[in-house]
């Protein structure tokens, strides 16, 4: 008998991305034969007419994981008519022939359901899939940590999101807690520039440019104090990381996604 077909497709940028990671996590341990669409990570005819920024592509590195499930990276006819029942499921909020975009929890729209798409960014959400988090923390954990600890990292994020300037009094006060720690400090960041004249007169602080999102996110994992930038990226580190003992979060953000926490002391400013 053949395996009922469950289809993930993944928009937006690293973090969201993440979100979307926890549904293929729970539908490959339950045994379904699933399959990842990302052409809307890709620069196309359809992101184009959306007007879609396209971040560095890790969806490929994502599903790595799952050596065996099905992953659709080139746009194809059939993609367009997948989005039209999206659209449909958005606007009545229900799932249209099995195609479901993800507005709040739902176990049984989930269950009934054979595609969906959505940012996920949904407390209810987090904590029905606890399990996979923690498993996605562990395999994190056991396969990217690096030899390199790194005291106290603050993520700086700034050029390729409407958060960081919308938010921009939290990395004033972040800017006063590093003043205050008097400790080194790595400031990974997407504009370094900005970042520069941001945390300017103060010691001991090392820049690091963004080149590779991935690469920043194994920093921020690997940090033993995290500071936070006011985006879900940063704000996986913090949940995924084995690591860090003090985490640093804007509360804004942890009133609606916290930051569910073992042996961590999570402070909101």
């Not at 395996?3 to 969201?16: A, D, E, L, P, S």
């Not at 194994?218 to 913090?238: C, D, G, K, R, V």
């Amino acid at each position: 008998m053949a395996k009922i077909r469950k289809t993930v497709w993944f928009i937006g940028g690293f973090g969201n991305n993440l979100f979307q990671l926890l549904l293929v996590e729970r539908f490959y341990n339950l045994g379904y034969d699933v399959k990842v669409v990302s052409v809307l990570t890709k620069k196309n005819i359809i992101t184009r007419i959306l007007g879609w920024t396209i971040f560095t592509e890790t969806v490929s590195g994502l599903i790595k994981k799952y050596p065996d499930i099905k992953f659709e990276a080139r746009l194809k006819f059939s993609h367009i008519k997948s989005l039209v029942f999206f659209l449909l499921s958005k606007l009545i909020s229900s799932s249209v022939h099995g195609y479901l975009f993800f507005k709040s929890y739902n176990e049984v729209q989930i269950r009934s359901s054979n595609n969906f798409i959505g940012y996920f960014q949904n407390e209810d959400y987090l904590m029905e899939y606890i399990n996979e988090i923690k498993q996605l923390s562990d395999y994190f954990n056991e396969k990217y940590i690096l030899n390199k600890k790194y005291y106290l990292v603050l993520h700086f994020r700034w050029g390729d999101t409407d958060w960081g300037r919308k938010y921009e009094y939290y990395y004033q006060k972040a800017r006063e807690l590093i003043k205050s720690k008097n400790a080194y400090t790595l400031i990974v960041t997407d504009d370094l520039n900005k970042a520069k004249s941001f945390f300017s007169k103060i010691n001991n602080i090392q820049f690091k440019r963004s080149h590779n999102p991935f690469d920043d996110f194994l920093i921020l994992l690997n940090a033993e104090t995290l500071i936070l930038a006011p985006s879900t990226f940063s704000w996986w580190a913090a949940l995924l990381t084995k690591q860090a003992k003090k985490i640093y979060a804007p509360k804004e953000i942890i009133a609606f996604l916290p930051i569910i926490t073992n042996n961590k002391i999570v402070n909101a400013i």
